[in-house]
T-cell receptor, first 117, second 114 residues
């Protein structure tokens, strides 16, 4: 399977615990995005990377959230001291942006469903 | 900042009937436009995209969409709906000046009656 892969698919955690999600983008895709989706809503942008550089972070991304893409391949999203309001689907997407070309699409993974109890 | 409105939260159509899902966007220039479909508990699958050129774009699964600049709309259509089309549909917009974040509407849930 050469699509975007996310792990785990489901995570149940107790309030106050830390959680980490992993995203493996499509091979050689240089852009990687994280979105959060709550029930009945569309995905909301969290952050994105160009290779290993984090280029933009949403104001939704509080200090408890951190994302990395250390080698420009896979990415991790960590949530510290989870709260019930963090319960959501966390979606990862990737795209290939050749130099000077912007008209490309993003491909999404299956998501990680987080439930904070 | 861009925004997307999908006026219909839920639509029910009979199998074999035609379908139109509405999408209106707000953006200062012509953006890139996308339609995605999501089945329960799954990620998003791209149905079609508009970057430039012909304002009627064809996608997968028999879907098409028409970009109307004057109405700031990008409505999704299908001439004959199949039961397997039941899902949630999201319209998204992205500035044509960068390849950063997309802004999504809140989705339209499609139910197909037998």
């Amino acid at each position: 399977d050469t699509g975007v892969s996310q792990d785990p698919r489901h995570k149940i955690t107790k309030r106050g615990q830390n959680v980490t999600f992993r995203c493996d983008p499509i091979s050689e895709h240089n852009r990687l995005y994280w979105y959060r989706q709550t029930l009945g809503q569309g995905p909301e942008f969290l952050t994105y990377f160009q290779n290993e550089a984090q280029l933009e972070k949403s104001r939704l991304l509080s200090d408890r959230f951190s994302a990395e893409r250390p080698k420009g391949s896979f990415s991790t999203l960590e949530i510290q001291r989870t709260e019930q309001g963090d319960s959501a689907m966390y979606l990862c997407a990737s795209s290939l942006i050749p130099r000077g070309q912007l008209n490309t699409e993003a491909f999404f993974g299956q998501g990680t469903r987080l439930t904070v109890v | 900042a861009q925004s997307v409105t999908q006026p219909d939260i839920h639509i029910t159509v009979s199998e074999g009937a035609s379908l139109e899902l509405r999408c209106n966007y707000s953006y200062g220039a012509t953006p890139y436009l996308f339609w995605y479909v999501q089945s329960p508990g799954q990620g998003l699958q791209l149905l079609l995209k508009y970057f430039s050129g012909d304002t009627l774009v064809q996608g997968i699964k028999g879907f098409e969409a028409e970009f109307k600049r004057s109405q700031s709309s990008f409505n999704l259509r299908k001439p004959s709906v199949h039961w397997s089309d039941a899902a949630e549909y999201f319209c998204a917009v992205r500035p044509n000046t960068n390849a950063g974040k997309s802004t999504f509407g809140d989705g339209t849930t499609l139910t197909v009656k037998p």
